[in-house]
């Protein structure tokens, strides 16, 4: 019998088809906003929904407005030892995927393959065509928008609009598939600061655990799935102090 940590470095050793599943305690170590929280920024702003922003001008420019405001802190922030760790897991061909809950696009530019990576809400990391489908770089357009205060509009004449998921916009089905595959061939899961408070995206680990798989969470602060009996280990604590450390001992 060895401490929880032992513990975790022997699942994570001894496992091949890892999930890691991935929240906003992740992102507020990179400088990111957690925007649910007490001092988040649905506290002060009305939160545009897809309908109104495809049938509105005036709401395309309070999304953009609202997503320029931002626009600086994403673009600078930069991948901690969690989203490296993720990394190294694949590179030890132990990762089987990242399903992640945050937009802050950090797992792929820690350099995480994209057919690894399901970023369930989308990513402010691209912008996207709501006609065509294209994805391109934002910085010229928000550079545009912020000079201009004109909306950016695609070659094809379609609305773009940053790549995360908006209110009252599905999640994407070839996402929530591949999100689900994972969860079905997975032999670890393991949930990193996640409260599991916003579904369908909670339900990805606990589908997993409850197919046997060992469910590792580590979180600081109550989450919804503490107490299951599908939870293998429970961490209570920064994901960064805990995670990273166990990864390299399995990894070694
Ligand atoms: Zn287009």
């Given at each position: 019998m060895g401490s929880d940590s032992d513990r975790l470095v022997a699942l994570l050793r001894g496992s091949s088809r890892i999930l890691l599943f991935t929240g906003a305690g992740v992102s507020t170590a990179s400088g990111i906003p957690d925007f649910r929280g007490p001092q988040g920024v649905w506290t002060r702003r009305r939160p545009v929904y897809y309908d109104d922003f495809m049938r509105s001008e005036a709401a395309r420019i309070e999304h953009w407005d609202f997503k320029l405001e931002g626009w600086a802190a994403y673009r600078d922030a930069q991948p901690n030892a969690v989203h490296r760790s993720a990394v190294t897991l694949h590179r030890a061909g132990k990762l089987l995927a990242v399903v992640t809950?945050?937009?802050?696009?950090l797992h792929a530019r820690a350099g995480l393959p994209r057919d690894r990576l399901v970023e369930l809400h989308g990513t402010n990391s691209e912008i996207e065509c709501q006609s065509c489908g294209r994805r391109s770089d934002p910085q010229p357009h928000f550079e545009s928008f912020a000079r201009t205060r004109r909306l950016p509009v695609c070659a094809c004449g379609g609305f773009l609009k940053p790549a995360t998921i908006s209110f009252g916009q599905q999640l994407r089905e070839a996402d929530l598939g591949r999100a689900a595959d994972a969860a079905a061939a997975c032999d670890l899961v393991v949930a990193l600061?996640?409260?599991?408070?916003?579904y369908p995206a909670a339900e990805f680990p606990l589908t997993a655990a409850r197919r046997g798989a060992p469910y590792v969470i580590i979180n600081r602060g109550a989450t919804e799935h503490d107490g299951l009996p599908a939870v293998t280990l429970r961490f209570e604590g920064d994901v960064v102090e805990i995670f990273p450390p166990a990864v390299a001992a399995a990894c070694d």
């Open positions: 809950q945050n937009i802050d696009g600061g996640s409260t599991f408070s916003v």
